[in-house]
């Protein structure tokens, strides 16, 4: 499934840096590189399954318009946060690469 590469860098460069820099320590234990970038949250919603596509390019798009912050819940589940005042919550499977299998707005999750 494609996404447009221009896009998915505007996503990543929107991401305040604050946040990445405390996110990113937590996600050592993705075993991603050390030296990773949020290029590689916008990775993981480019190659999100079939059945979350919809909603990654969604919020991919959103991503490249708006600022956005990351918060890392645990090694499965993390948090974009817009400044559109929006949550997203990713859930991550990595076979054998990480990548988004299922996303939930905040708005629409059950309480």
């Known amino acids: 499934m494609f996404?447009?590469?221009i896009l998915l860098e505007r996503a990543a460069?929107?991401?305040q840096p604050d946040s990445w820099h405390r996110?990113?320590?937590l996600l050592s234990g993705l075993h991603i590189d050390d030296d990773a970038q949020p290029a590689i949250v916008t990775a993981?919603?480019?190659q999100a399954l079939p059945s979350a596509l919809r909603?990654?390019?969604?919020?991919?798009?959103k991503m490249a318009a708006q600022p956005w912050r990351i918060e890392v819940v645990s090694r499965e589940h993390?948090?974009?946060s817009l400044l559109d005042n929006s949550r997203w919550n990713l859930h991550l499977h990595e076979l054998p690469e990480?990548?988004?299998h299922h996303?939930?707005?905040?708005?629409?999750?059950?309480?």
Do not use: Y
Request: charged fraction near 25%.
């Open 78 to 80: 993390m948090v974009v």
């Open 55 to 61: 909603d990654a390019r969604l919020l991919v798009s």
């Open 3 to 5: 996404m447009d590469e």
């Open 103 to 111: 996303i939930e707005r905040a708005d629409r999750a059950v309480a």
């Open 13 to 15: 460069d929107n991401c």
């Open 44 to 46: 993981w919603l480019a």
């Open 98 to 100: 990480h990548h988004v």
């Open 23 to 25: 996110a990113a320590p």
